[in-house]
């Protein structure tokens, strides 16, 4: 039977915080910093009007999910995507807004980079996929979803080390890892 990994899409392969920073930075010229530049999550120095606006604005695009620039290599994307013959592999993400279906766009954006007949599922609670599905391995870079996924039975849950996150307590069945290289080793993979 195929093990199930689970990888987080923003802040594990995509930089969200470019991407939202720069229409912030079109509207209110804050500055445009990319995901390691953050020290706190949401540290974006907006008010909660102004992240309400870059929300509205990316809700009205046909491309935010798709034009997000990636944080990891070529190489890497590579290797998630022989993957597919070894495991069953899903993309789940929280993405919600857009004017074309963030799924579509998620979808696009990991065929672009390499993988083929990506798995994406949108989802505002991860631990609910993760126990209907049966996942074995999960990453991902936001600590509360990893603690939550630390609880179900039968998967391992990981931890992306960055800055807005690495003074954050973690539940001691979290495995931290410093990249998506350093994951794959970790469940065997490699």
Known sequence: MFKTIQ??????????????????????????KKYNEMKFYN????????????????????????????????????????????????????????????????????????????NVIISTDKTKIIKAVGVNYSIEDMPENANHIAEVEGCLSFLLNAPYNIDIKTDSKVIRVNNVDEFLENIGTK
């Open 43 to 118: 540290d974006f120095n907006l008010t909660e009007n102004q992240i309400k606006t870059v929300w509205e604005e990316i809700n009205l695009m046909d491309d935010f999910w798709e034009k997000l620039p990636y944080i990891i290599s070529r190489s890497t994307f590579l290797e998630i995507n022989s993957l597919r013959f070894k495991y069953n592999v899903l993309f789940v993400t929280n993405r919600t807004v857009g004017k074309i279906s963030p799924q579509h766009q998620t979808t696009n954006w990991l065929k672009d980079r390499g993988i083929c007949s990506p």
């Open 7 to 32: 990888i987080d899409i923003d802040g594990v392969l995509a930089d969200f915080v470019y991407g939202f920073t720069k229409i912030a930075n079109k509207f209110f010229g804050s500055p445009v």
